[in-house]
């Protein structure tokens, strides 16, 4: 069982950043990829980031590459998205979440999440 709790969103403008945190549980956090996803009203949640067990790997959705970057503290069992030049198409909920079964590159491989946390960028 893990539990993930994202912390970090907020109300910001145009252009400013923000850095999202996920704290997992368990001992086994760090045994496990793990991706951000977020979802905007009206529309499908879609994947934003994902990281490898041990932070080496990563990936990006296309829409914002250069602007995001993932990483994780295993010792703290905490996962980061730092989010450059918001937009206010970045405006969502944000969900982290683990993949415990193998496979990180799809979210149907994504099995415990968050609850998520709102980022509201303002232009």
């Known amino acids: 069982q893990v539990q993930l709790v994202e912390s970090g969103g907020g109300v910001v403008q145009a252009g400013d950043s923000l850095r999202l945190s996920c704290v997992g549980s368990?001992?086994?956090?760090?045994?496990?990829?793990v991706g951000w996803f977020r979802q905007a009203p009206g529309k499908e949640r879609e994947f934003v980031a994902a990281?490898?067990?041990?932070?080496?790997?990563?990936h990006y959705t296309d829409s914002m590459k250069g602007r995001v970057t993932i990483s994780r503290d295993n010792a703290k069992n905490t996962v980061y998205l730092q989010m450059n030049s918001l937009k206010p198409e970045d405006t969502a909920v944000y969900y982290c979440?683990?993949?415990?079964?193998?496979?990180?590159?799809?979210?149907?491989?994504?099995?415990?999440w968050g609850q998520g946390t709102q980022v509201t960028v303002s232009s």
């Open positions: 979440a683990a993949a415990t079964r193998g496979g990180w590159t799809k979210e149907a491989e994504y099995d415990y």
């Open positions: 368990g001992r086994t956090f760090s045994s496990y990829p």
């Open positions: 990281v490898s067990r041990y932070g080496v790997g990563t």
